[in-house]
């Protein structure tokens, strides 16, 4: 009995201590650094932390392009990407949002709290990311009640209560650039007037979906804009689509029938690749500054992770392609295929692009100038975008199963 006691108070005593230990393990800051925590900033009545700020109490690895005005932060395996002017940053990823856009007063970088808080734990997945009044701390474990308050701070999650509140419809080509010509038609004019009756059908049956155009007329638009007016749609709630309809060309004038392709650095095979670099060659129009954007490989490996955009985007694609296939008759469906376009890169949100068809092929290219087969293609995309919607407003988790 006495000797249990013992044992007992002896096992207390080592807990004690333990306990002693944790306490003075958290009080410690980071390895390197005096400081671990950030204030909170308000400006224009709206909270942020200024990543000048962060990255001198963190000392996080970081860069800048003052040009695209985009950031990324590192650390370890971590990498997160933002640019000023979206309310949008990709962290490890994942697509993380808030109601107000990064700005930059004075110089500084102003991270909007919103996305401050993803970015901050998943960087820093292995510490506490706590805030206390105005003050963001950094490092281990915190107390109960602060662990709270920092609950109570997280945004709101994007999972299944997301849903699809806009679809960006992007004609492709435009103005200077009349995209591929053949038997006497211009792709930029097939795109356009594909793109507007697909709006209409979209108004008429996808329910209450807000339809923006990259262009809604005759003129040029550079690739990364288009993703750029896409990704200013977002928002810290409800997800958009982005569509960029094609028409196809080929050496081979005995090639013909329609296609829809998702984003992938790894090409179908190399009519998928050819395709992509056909319709990539319009940068050459553009001017050297956002030509500089498609060379900047690391934000293009940080986009390459958004492993659920991609899964998304080809569900979307394969929605697509299997409502026209049931729609058009008159060609043969070529399926889903992945490549690398430039104008899906960018994309923050699943993105498809569809080829409709081979203008340099003499048959195909005649149904293409005809008004009905148009909007049999374009009544094709509408059903696979609405039946993509369905699924995914049902629970982005489903979207997975076949
Ligand atoms: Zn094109």
Do not use: C
Not at 172 to 177: L, P, Q
Not at 184 to 202: H, M
Not at 333 to 341: I, N
């Amino acid at each position: 009995m006495a000797r249990s006691n013992i044992k007992t108070r002896a096992a207390g005593l080592h807990l004690l201590k333990l306990a002693l230990i944790a306490v003075l393990l958290s009080a410690m800051p980071l390895p390197g650094k005096a400081g671990n925590s950030v204030k909170v900033v308000f400006w224009n009545s709206r909270e942020y932390v200024s990543l000048y700020d962060f990255i001198n109490t963190t000392n996080i690895d970081n860069s800048f392009d003052i040009i695209t005005q985009r950031g990324k932060l590192y650390r370890k395996a971590a990498i997160a990407v933002y640019q000023v002017g979206f309310p949008v940053a990709l962290v490890n990823g994942k697509v993380a949002r808030a109601d107000y856009p990064v700005a930059r007063n004075k110089g500084e970088v102003l991270m909007p709290l919103p996305l401050f808080f993803p970015l901050a734990r998943s960087l820093y997945h292995d510490m506490q990311v706590v805030r206390t009044g105005n003050t963001i701390s950094i490092g281990a474990e915190q107390q109960e009640k602060e662990q709270e308050i920092a609950q109570q701070e997280r945004p709101p999650s994007t999972g299944t209560e997301e849903r699809i509140s806009f679809i960006i419809i992007d004609p492709g080509h435009g103005g200077r650039d009349p995209g591929a010509i053949g038997h006497g038609s211009r792709e930029k004019d097939i795109t356009l007037w594909i793109a507007r009756y697909l709006a209409r059908e979209l108004k008429e049956k996808a329910g209450n979906v807000r339809i923006k155009f990259t262009r809604s007329n005759d003129r040029f638009v550079e690739l990364s804009r288009r993703t750029e007016i896409a990704n200013g749609m977002l928002t810290g709630s409800g997800n958009g689509i982005f569509i960029s309809i094609h028409a196809n060309a080929s050496l081979s004038p005995k090639i013909s029938g329609y296609e829809t392709y998702f984003l992938s650095p790894n090409p179908t095979n190399e009519e998928a690749r050819t395709t992509a670099t056909i319709e990539n060659n319009v940068i050459v129009m553009e001017n050297t500054a956002s030509k500089k954007k498609y060379d900047d490989v690391e934000y293009l490996e940080a986009l390459m992770l958004t492993t659920q955009i991609q899964r998304e985007s080809s569900t979307l694609a394969g929605e697509i392609q299997k409502s026209l296939a049931r729609e058009v008759k008159e060609f043969k469906s070529r399926g889903v295929k992945k490549a690398d376009f430039y104008v899906l890169r960018g994309a923050l949100m699943p993105a498809v692009l569809v080829e409709v068809g081979y203008i340099s092929n003499s048959k195909e290219s005649r149904y293409l100038k005809k008004d009905a087969y148009r909007r049999k293609l374009a009544r094709g995309i509408a059903r696979g975008v609405i039946g993509f919607i369905t699924r995914y407003n049902d629970g982005i988790h489903d979207l997975s199963k076949p």
